[in-house]
């Protein structure tokens, strides 16, 4: 039972965090630091008239650069990396 129990404690907690939490950032920083740097530095994200206001436009624009970079990534990949770009500079809620 105890196993049972925990098992479905995991689950819950699994449900509760949802897709933004679970992203991991350090595989976001990395994916980003091997395949991002050679068309804009990172304070082209923090510049004035940055043009991604949320994080949904954030999604999109990693995933037309990680095109425009030759990358291949996956939908979990480009979370990370739109999620490791918001929390690191960013930051929307
Ligand atoms: C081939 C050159 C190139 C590469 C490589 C590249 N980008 Fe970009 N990136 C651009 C250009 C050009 C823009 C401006 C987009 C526009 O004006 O439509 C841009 C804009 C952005 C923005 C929006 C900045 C803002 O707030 O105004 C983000 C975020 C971004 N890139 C993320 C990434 C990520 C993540 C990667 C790595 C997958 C990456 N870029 C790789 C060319 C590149």
Redesign the pocket.
């Known amino acids: 039972m105890h196993s049972v129990r925990t098992f479905t404690t995991l689950i819950a907690a699994l449900l509760l965090t949802g897709p933004a939490v679970a992203a991991d950032l350090a595989n976001g920083k990395a ?2 630091d091997s ?2 740097k ?3 530095q990172s304070d ?2 923090t ?1 004035k008239n ?3 206001h949320s994080i949904a436009e ?1 999604n999109k ?2 995933a037309r ?2 095109q ?2 030759g ?1 291949h ?1 996956n939908a979990a990949q480009i979370e990370d ?1 739109a999620a490791y ?1 918001n929390a690191t500079y960013y930051k929307f809620k």
């Open positions: 994916l980003h395949a991002c050679t068309c804009h082209y994200y510049r940055r043009k991604i954030l624009q990693v650069c990680q425009g970079a990358e990534w990396v770009l």
